[in-house]
Each structure stands twice: as structure tokens, then as C-alpha cells.
């Protein structure tokens, strides 16, 4: 629903998608310069190497990921964030069952 300026979602109204083995994708909401997304992987999972251009917050809901960029590993668990600049190689992998919301600026037409 969009009125005025704000935009609402209902969680149970946004379709869920599976790119990958042990990944779920749901888009929650988004606009031309915001998107945010939540992921759920399973223990085991592990993305591909990738960039794009654009600006991702990460915040671990639950469980516990292993993230790499630059030659450098975070082991981020429930309550960590980092912010990964547009056109950084990165990657992670689901050391346990995960959640985790992703914010995009600006939004990722692949996902729309």
C-alpha cells in the first residue's frame, strides 16, 4: 500500500523465492533508493564470491555467519552489522540456521 509518501508491507503478502540450495529470499519492501530484504540460510550454506554497486547493511537476526571481504573474516552472530560498499567483493557462509535483513541503497532491480 502506498499513500502519501509511505509504503507498507505485510510480511505474509511478499512471496518468498529460493535462488539457490539452503537460500530463501523475501523482498519486505523498497523504493528506487531503498530496498530491504530478509534472507534465511541454512547451516551449511555458502554464497557465491560477488560485487555489486550497490550499498548493503547487513544485520544478523539470528543464528551465526562467516563473512569475507578484502582478506579479511567476520564472525557475525544475532545482533551484528556491518556495512559492505558498492563494488566490494564479498561473501558468506551459514555456520548455523541464519536470518538476516539486508538494506540496499539503492534498490536491486534483479530482485524487484
Not at 529460493?18 to 550454506?45: I, Y
Not at 564472525?75 to 535483513?101: N, T
Request: proline content about 5%; hydrophobic content about 40%; charged content about 20%.
Amino acid at each position: 500500500m502506498n499513500a502519501s509518501g509511505i509504503t507498507y508491507t505485510a510480511t505474509d503478502a511478499t512471496p518468498k523465492t529460493s535462488p539457490e540450495p539452503g537460500l530463501v529470499r523475501q523482498v519486505l519492501a523498497w523504493n528506487p533508493q531503498l530496498m530491504m530484504v530478509r534472507h534465511t540460510f541454512t547451516k551449511g550454506w555458502k554464497g557465491a564470491r560477488h560485487s555489486h554497486p550497490h550499498h548493503q547493511m547487513v544485520y544478523i537476526v539470528r543464528g551465526h555467519i562467516l563473512f569475507e571481504a578484502q582478506g579479511n573474516k567476520w564472525d557475525l552472530r544475532a545482533g551484528d552489522c556491518l556495512v559492505v560498499d558498492g563494488g566490494v567483493d564479498h561473501e558468506a557462509a551459514a555456520l548455523e540456521d541464519c536470518e538476516v535483513l539486508d538494506v540496499f541503497t539503492p534498490y536491486r532491480e534483479d530482485y524487484a
